[in-house]
């Protein structure tokens, strides 16, 4: 089974019932929803989550929620868009598929961007909830 990883943006405040929402509007796989912290902000919480590729309706997201990859190695989420950002801002403003990221360097962050704001966001282990 092929698997996608989704992260659902939400606060300290309202996560618990998104979590249940989550769980019935999704069929998590391998039971574990991961909660991340902004250490900046820490009202605000990501929910990642992996669910069966196969069954994901591309056009049919759960509210504030977006597809990430991640690196295993340096814990670091990001989109495709982020991704490409990220190596026009290190490679002055060129993008080369072939251009090598140092992921230690964005261990433990979110790389997002909403249309040409890039932003990382250093995240922390908040809590695992078994669904």
């Known amino acids: 089974m092929k698997t996608k990883l989704l992260c659902t ?7 618990d019932a998104e979590l249940e929402s989550i769980k019935k509007y999704y069929d998590i796989v391998f039971d574990k929803i991961f ?7 820490l009202n605000s919480l990501m929910l990642t989550y992996n669910i069966n590729q196969d069954t994901f309706n ?10 990430v990859h991640r690196k295993k190695d340096s814990n670091t989420l990001y989109t495709i868009n982020s991704l490409n950002a990220l190596i026009k801002k290190l490679n002055n403003g060129i993008l080369n598929n072939n251009f090598v990221i140092d992921w ?5 962050k979110i790389l997002l961007v909403d249309g040409d704001s890039y932003r990382e966001v250093s995240t922390r282990l908040y809590n695992i909830k078994k669904v």
């Open 9 to 15: 943006f939400t606060d300290m405040h309202s996560y």
């Open 35 to 41: 909660i991340l912290q902004d250490i900046d902000d």
């Open 58 to 67: 591309t056009s049919n997201f759960y509210k504030n929620t977006i597809s």
């Open 104 to 108: 230690n360097l964005y261990k433990n």
